[in-house]
């Protein structure tokens, strides 16, 4: 039996928008007599949540229903708790795809309404997990959601020895990695990629309005190159030690001539970086792999073949086969005339 189709309208709602450190949420306010009153969305942080935003266009609420995908928030941030708006509004009823993860809430919320009367049903359901997985792994852990991507050939190259790797797939591959962009909070390369490349880390797709990740640079011992066009988007970079630079903002680590990739992962969650995509070159990718940062992977298998000796996705010697990480591949399929593949971590 699914859900009700004011439930899936509230899942719908909060796929639109990504208010990153706050969770996608949805809510659809229903009348005693079956009607949609109205719908709500969460936008950004600091702007009001989705509950509120549809309990404000309804002129009496009084025993009606809201359909809400996370558990409603019962703690003074930004903005009120939400539950206070529900309460006062003389909800009914509450539907809820999900707890709320985040301590101050887990659970709180569906307590003070009930508290008030208000009936609350409490689905625990996957797919509204599934809406914001970044959200439910940061809150749980502490740690950001990190996927790895990357572009290899055939036969397991990103570059060829020289280093060349434009291009090693097709527009439309390219194209769909731009979309995986616009789905993280930052990107994040490492010094090499940063000065073999010159890349801006922005989403550029034609019909897209949306806000840019940010650009993430970690740096080691090797200097940055202080002209690079990366600049002017205001960068975050993580380093070890003390550097100067000609724009952007500096985060330090624990590290030694490379930033720690737990340290800097942990400081990353906290600064409110839900959701990382990694499209670094070998060496970062290489370790923060080998450190259990990454919890998933995007791979873009190009139509051609190297033919020889290039250069391996994740730096490191790979010894045995026992020395193989076990993956749970949860797609595979043709991009234009490449294949996307992706993964996580097995459990």
Request: proline content about 8%; glycine content about 12%.
């Amino acid at each position: 039996m699914g859900n009700s189709p004011h439930l899936e309208r509230a899942y719908e709602l909060a796929r639109q928008h990504n208010p990153h450190p706050n969770p996608r949420v949805g809510a659809v306010v229903v009348g005693t007599d079956g009607t949609v009153l109205a719908e709500g969305s969460h936008l950004a942080p600091g702007e009001p949540h989705a509950e509120v935003i549809a309990m404000d266009q309804v002129t009496d609420a009084t025993g009606s229903t809201v359909y809400v995908s996370l558990e409603p928030c019962s703690h003074h941030g930004r903005t009120p708790p939400c539950t206070e708006r529900l309460i006062y509004g003389g909800v009914g009823a509450v539907v809820v795809g999900a707890l709320d993860p985040d301590p101050r809430v887990a659970g709180s919320g569906v307590e003070q309404l009930r508290g008030a009367g208000i009936d609350v049903t409490v689905l625990d359901d996957p797919q509204a997990r599934e809406i914001d997985p970044a959200y439910f792994y940061h809150r749980e852990t502490g740690f950001p959601l990190v996927t790895a991507k990357y572009a290899m050939t055939l036969d397991g190259s990103v570059a060829a020895a020289d280093g060349t790797s434009k291009w090693i797939t097709r527009d439309e591959a390219r194209e769909d990695a731009h979309i995986l962009r616009s789905k993280h909070d930052a990107v994040v390369i490492g010094t090499g990629t940063l000065v073999a490349d010159d890349p801006n880390l922005d989403v550029r797709l034609s019909d897209y309005d949306g806000p840019q990740p940010r650009p993430i640079i970690i740096a080691g011992r090797s200097p940055l190159p202080w002209d690079s066009r990366i600049w002017k988007r205001d960068p975050l970079v993580v380093s070890a030690i003390d550097v100067d630079l000609p724009g952007g903002e500096l985060e330090i680590v624990e590290g030694d001539d490379f930033p720690d990739p737990v340290s800097t992962c942990r400081a990353l969650g906290t600064a409110g970086y839900l959701s990382l995509l990694v499209e670094g070159g070998p060496t970062l990718l290489g370790s923060w792999w080998s450190h259990g940062v990454i919890s998933a992977g995007v791979v873009y298998v190009g139509s051609r073949v190297g033919g020889g000796p290039g250069m391996s996705p994740l730096a490191g010697v790979f010894e045995s086969i026992g020395d193989a990480t076990s993956v749970v591949i949860t797609e595979s399929r043709l991009v234009g005339g490449d294949v996307r593949i992706a993964f996580h971590r097995e459990l």
